[in-house]
């Protein structure tokens, strides 16, 4: 049998040294994933695994509402509402039902916004004045079937929004049934009324 010089068998073995310990070695750097993309020490991964963590569902959270105190609608809220609103309908006026205090629907609609949304008080404003000769005039009727704060009535809470149904009797109107809305945004107003009968 021929001998190799001692230089050929020091590569061989260095050879295969390295043949068995490089496998090792990327295996003890790289890191699997549970879904088999792989990431190694210096933090570098594939896009595939990029778009994956980009398409994930987050759980969502309400920036606006997260931090939102909770706020309850009081029964001393509802009357306080509902009372100033009709107290605005019914306008101070001298003897020719001529209103004292504004001379125009949108100068009334104004004052509403303390207490409701422009659009419900704009149906009220609409039935009960009129405006003639640059002025503004109540026309002379009964006031609307209106919520009796002694009287029980039905509040539903949905969450920064209250529904309160009300069943009274009047001999003006009989029997009757008002439904009011009111939302919380950083005070309690009136954003929907509706009469049943």
């Avoid at 050929?8 to 790289?30: G, M, S």
């Avoid at 009727?141 to 029980?152: A, C, G, H, R």
Wanted: aromatic letters at 12%; a negative charge.
């Amino acid at each position: 049998m021929k001998k190799h010089p001692i230089y050929v068998r020091t590569i061989c073995a260095v050879a295969i040294i390295l043949f068995l310990i490089l496998p090792i070695q990327e295996n003890h750097n790289d890191h699997v994933f549970a879904d088999g993309k792989r990431f190694n020490d210096n933090h570098t991964f594939s896009q595939a695994r990029v778009t994956t963590l980009n398409k994930q569902d987050y759980p969502k959270r309400n920036v606006n509402t997260a931090n939102r105190k909770e706020v309850k609608l009081t029964h001393a809220d509802v009357v306080a509402i509902t009372e100033k609103f009709l107290q605005l309908l019914v306008q101070e006026t001298d003897e020719n039902y001529k209103v004292i205090n504004h001379d125009s629907k949108a100068s009334l609609l104004k004052e509403f916004r303390s207490v409701c949304e422009i659009s419900v008080a704009k149906k009220y404003v609409d039935y009960y004045f009129e405006e003639r000769n640059e002025s503004l005039y109540i026309v002379p009727t009964e006031t609307p079937p209106w919520f009796e704060k002694n009287q029980d009535y039905e509040m539903i809470d949905k969450g920064h929004v209250y529904e309160i149904t009300q069943t009274n009797e009047s001999a003006l109107y009989g029997s009757y049934k008002i439904e009011f809305e009111f939302t919380y945004d950083k005070k309690w107003k009136i954003t929907n009324i509706t009469h049943l009968t």
